[in-house]
Every structure is written in C-alpha cells, then in structure tokens.
C-alpha cells in the first residue's frame, strides 16, 4: 500500500530514456498510466488522484489522498512580489508567456532553500509546482483582462478553485457548476502525461543536467506552445473560425494535402497514434454532453469538427496516412463552452501536463543512474577548410 510520505523511490528508480509512468500503443489506441486505463481514470478518478497515481506509481488510500490533497491546496498561494513581476508584462502579453516567465521565477524562491539531492526537497518541490501553476495560470489570464488577481481558496476543490481564480472578482463569488468542474477534472486527466512528448522530452533533458525542477518545467512549458504540439488546440479552434462554414471544408482539405501549402489540418495527427487518440474519443463524447448541458447544443464550432473529421475520414490521403483527430481536435470546443479564452488553452494544457513533467522529472532524480543527456547529430556540413583572409573570399 503505498503511504504518503513513505513512498519507495523504487517506484521511481529506472534508467534514462526508459519510464515506468506512462504506456502508449499508437497501433491500438491505448493510453496507460501507471497501467491504469485512460478510459476509467477519466471516468472514475479526480486530478489529484490521478496526480498521485503519476509521482507515487500507485493509486492512494483514502488517508493517502486526503494528506495530499491537503498538502497541495495548502501551496496553492504565490509569494506576494511575484505580483510585481507579474503586473510588469504587457497587458497583451499571451498567457504562455508569462507563464514560463513566472514559473521559471519560481527558482529564484526556492532554489537556494531546496536541493534537488534531497528526496524530501525533491517532493516538496513537485508539491509545490501542482500547487502553484494553476494560480499563476488564472493570474496570467486575469492580468490579460486587466482584473485584480483572485486569490486560491483551501475550501474547494482543485479544479473548483482553478475556476473559482479565473472567473471570481473581488466584487462577486463564482460558483462553478459541478458539470463544469467534473469536465475540468476530465479535461486535466486527459493532459497529465503522454509518455516521451516534445515537452516532456524537454522536461527530462533540463533535468538530466541537473537544473533546479522550476527551470525544468518553464523549459517544458516553453516546448508545449508550438503549435504543433500544445498550441495545436487554439490552432484549431483558429482554424475552424476561419474555416466558418461546412461548404469551405474541401477547400480547407485540399490546403492541407497540398505538399505545397505549409498548412495542416490541426488536431489531426500523431507521432506515435495511428488510430483514434483514445483522448479523442473521450472528449468527443463529453463535448456532446457538455454542449448540451453548459452551451447551446447546436455550436456552430462543434458542428462543424464533426462535419470536418467526417469528411477528413472518407479521405483517401488521411486514411493511407492514418491521420485521426488528436486530443486537440476537441478540447478547445470544450474549454470555450467553460468560458476559457482561446489565448489560455495551451495553458490549461500546461497545467495539467505538469504533473507529468513533475513525475518524470521525480522519476529521473531518483535514477541513480541518471545521467546527462546528450543528443547525437547526423553532420551534413562542409568537410575541414582552412580560413580565408577577407581579401580572398
Ligand atoms: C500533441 O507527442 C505527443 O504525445 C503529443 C501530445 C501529447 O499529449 O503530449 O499527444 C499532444 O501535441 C498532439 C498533436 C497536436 N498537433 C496537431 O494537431 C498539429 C497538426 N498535426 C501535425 O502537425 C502532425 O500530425 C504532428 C505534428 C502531430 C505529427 O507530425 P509527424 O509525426 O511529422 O506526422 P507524420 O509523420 O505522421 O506525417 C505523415 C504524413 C506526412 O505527409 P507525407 O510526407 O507522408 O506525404 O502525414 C502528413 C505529413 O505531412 N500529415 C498531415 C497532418 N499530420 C501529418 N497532413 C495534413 N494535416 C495534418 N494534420
């Protein structure tokens, strides 16, 4: 039975480029944590049991879950002076942006006083990042409309509170519906962890050198806001706004087969799946749900990704290349139908992916046999010449 502060670090000691967190079977479709199904932890599990199951490697007790719950909502609160820092970026400055500025700060308050050799440090560290991200997220949005920062509160719950700091004003109390709190729960599931992505693989070699955890995840946040990966969900939304109607999707389509056009369909598309993202099959069912009960049925938006992944799917271009929609495909749908701006969804990508990148990076330092990481290249440069004075060049 894993304890809380009793965990073995054998639950995290594994070599480099190997990882006992998470299991995908692009061929398949299955996406595992810690050997638990993705379809029953979205199902059945809350975020932070989730987030306990990815640090700790199994899933916590009653008493387990409780002392972590606590633990995190207790850190949910930033030091004060970070404001300052934070009131320093242009009011149009996008989310990500400031926060990878403000998580990165974060090292310079607890650098000094935590060591990344030490186990205990170690953990309070990650505590303090699940913690912490989800304020400087909704302080982010809130210094982009120009309203005071709200402050967490220890009486709800964590995505209940992240909610409660996005949409609150020290003038009125929001009260998220629970429908929307459950389809924030699910949404933070589905993001926690996803094996060796762009970001995480970002996460990982930072921490391979030995960089302070703080670092490490603004060096992941960085890497998840192309578009190509995180950012893909606002592309997409983008992308569907300017696609507007059904009858422009051919042309749409013909743009993205088009080897000569830099465009591509966003939310389609994998690495590693070559077949449906299970994520996306989830979100597409919850999308229908949530439309139904929190937005008007009929989106404009969703009517039409459905209308454009049934076409993109009796494509013979999309079939050969088993092209599917993505996790990204839906989830900026559901994020507007929860009120969330456009300019925050990587960011709500973000906050969930940092219990991923926090249990990798716990993961690594407890490797003893972690070591740096060092990319080899294939050279494609000049063979040796010798310089040239100006005169002869
Ligand atoms: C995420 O790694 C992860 O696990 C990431 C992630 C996570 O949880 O961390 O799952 C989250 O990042 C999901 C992906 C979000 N990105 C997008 O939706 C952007 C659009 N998708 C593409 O940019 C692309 O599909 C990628 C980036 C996702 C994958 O790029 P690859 O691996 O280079 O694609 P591929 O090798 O499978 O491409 C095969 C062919 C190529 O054409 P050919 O050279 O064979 O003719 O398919 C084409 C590609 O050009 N292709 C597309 C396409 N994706 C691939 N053509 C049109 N539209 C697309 N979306």
Same mark, same amino acid.
């Given at each position: 039975?894993?304890?809380?502060?009793?965990y073995?670090?054998?639950?995290?000691?594994?070599?480099?480029?190997?990882?006992?967190?998470?299991?995908?079977?692009?061929?398949q479709? @299955?996406?595992?944590?810690?050997? =638990? $199904?993705?379809?029953? *932890?979205?199902?059945? %599990?809350? #975020? +932070?049991?989730?987030?306990?199951?990815?640090?700790?490697?199994?899933?916590?007790?009653?008493?387990?879950?409780?002392?972590?719950?606590?633990?995190i909502?207790?850190?949910?609160?930033?030091?004060e002076?970070?404001?300052?820092f934070?009131?320093?970026?242009?009011y149009?400055?996008?989310?990500?942006?400031?926060?990878?500025?403000?998580?990165?700060?974060?090292?310079?308050?607890?650098?000094?006083?935590?060591?990344?050799?030490?186990?205990?440090?170690?953990?309070?560290s990650a505590?303090?990042?699940?913690?912490?991200?989800?304020?400087?997220?909704?302080?982010?949005?809130?210094?982009? @409309?120009?309203?005071?920062?709200? =402050? $967490?509160?220890?009486? *709800?719950?964590?995505? %209940?509170? #992240? +909610?409660?700091?996005?949409?609150?004003?020290?003038?009125?109390?929001?009260?998220?519906?629970?429908?929307?709190?459950?389809?924030?729960?699910?949404?933070?599931?589905?993001?926690?962890?996803?094996?060796?992505?762009?970001?995480?693989?970002?996460?990982?070699?930072?921490?391979?050198?030995?960089?302070n955890?703080?670092?490490?995840?603004?060096?992941?946040?960085?890497?998840?806001?192309?578009?190509?990966?995180?950012?893909?969900?606002?592309?997409?939304?983008?992308?569907?706004?300017?696609?507007?109607?059904?009858?422009?999707?051919?042309?749409?389509?013909?743009?993205a087969?088009?080897?000569?056009?830099?465009f591509?369909?966003?939310?389609?598309?994998?690495?590693?799946?070559?077949?449906?993202?299970?994520?996306?099959k989830?979100?597409?069912?919850?999308?229908?749900?949530?439309?139904?009960?929190?937005?008007?049925?009929?989106?404009?938006?969703?009517?039409?990704?459905?209308?454009?992944?049934?076409?993109?799917?009796?494509?013979?271009?999309?079939?050969?290349?088993?092209?599917?929609?993505?996790?990204?495909?839906?989830?900026?749908?559901?994020?507007?139908?929860?009120?969330i701006?456009?300019?925050?969804f990587?960011?709500?990508?973000?906050?969930?992916?940092?219990?991923?990148?926090?249990?990798?990076w716990?993961?690594?330092?407890?490797?003893?046999?972690?070591?740096?990481?060092?990319?080899?290249?294939?050279?494609?440069?000049?063979?040796?010449?010798?310089?040239?004075?100006?005169?002869?060049?």
């Open positions: 039975e894993a304890g809380f502060l009793t073995d670090p054998g639950f995290m000691s594994t070599a480099s480029c190997h990882s006992s967190i998470t299991f995908i079977d692009g061929e479709g @299955i996406l595992l944590y810690r050997g =638990y $199904p993705i379809e029953q *932890l979205s199902a059945k %599990a809350s #975020f +932070l049991e989730v987030a306990y199951l990815l640090l700790y490697g199994e899933l916590p007790n009653e008493k387990a879950l409780a002392e972590f719950e606590q633990v909502m207790r850190h949910t609160m930033l030091n002076n970070l404001k300052n934070l009131n320093g970026f242009h149009d400055a996008h989310p990500m942006a400031i926060l990878i500025g403000v998580v990165g700060s974060l090292s310079a308050f607890y650098h000094d006083s935590l060591s990344i050799n030490n186990v205990r440090h170690r953990e309070i505590h303090r990042l699940i913690a912490k991200v989800p304020t400087i997220a909704a302080a982010a949005y809130k210094h982009s @409309i120009g309203e005071p920062i709200i =402050y $967490p509160r220890n009486d *709800l719950r964590y995505c %209940a509170n #992240f +909610l409660h700091m996005m949409f609150a004003t020290p003038c009125e109390e929001y009260r998220p519906s629970l429908l929307a709190e459950r389809a924030l729960n699910l949404l933070f599931i589905l993001h926690a962890d996803h094996e060796q992505n762009a970001s995480t693989s970002t996460v990982r070699l930072a921490a391979s050198s030995g960089a955890p703080f670092a490490c995840i603004a060096a992941g946040i960085a890497s998840l806001w192309g578009p190509a990966h995180g950012g893909a969900n606002e592309a997409v939304i983008a992308m569907l706004t300017e696609i507007g109607e059904v009858k422009h999707i051919p042309k749409y389509i013909a743009k087969k088009d080897k000569d056009d830099p591509r369909l966003m939310g389609f598309g994998h690495r590693v799946y070559k077949n449906y993202d299970p994520r996306a989830i979100l597409r069912e919850v999308c229908h749900q949530v439309l139904n009960e929190l937005a008007d049925a009929n989106n404009p938006l969703f009517e039409l990704a459905m209308r454009l992944e049934e076409i993109a799917l009796s494509d013979d271009y999309f079939i050969e290349r088993r092209l599917y929609p993505n996790v990204d495909f839906y989830s900026g749908i559901i994020y507007q139908a929860l009120g701006p456009r300019n925050m990587t960011v709500m990508f973000a906050v969930a992916r940092t219990v991923g990148w926090v249990a990798h716990l993961e690594m330092m407890g490797d003893p046999d972690n070591r740096i990481g060092r990319p080899r290249q294939i050279y494609r440069g000049p063979g040796k010449r010798d310089y040239l004075p100006i005169w002869q060049r």
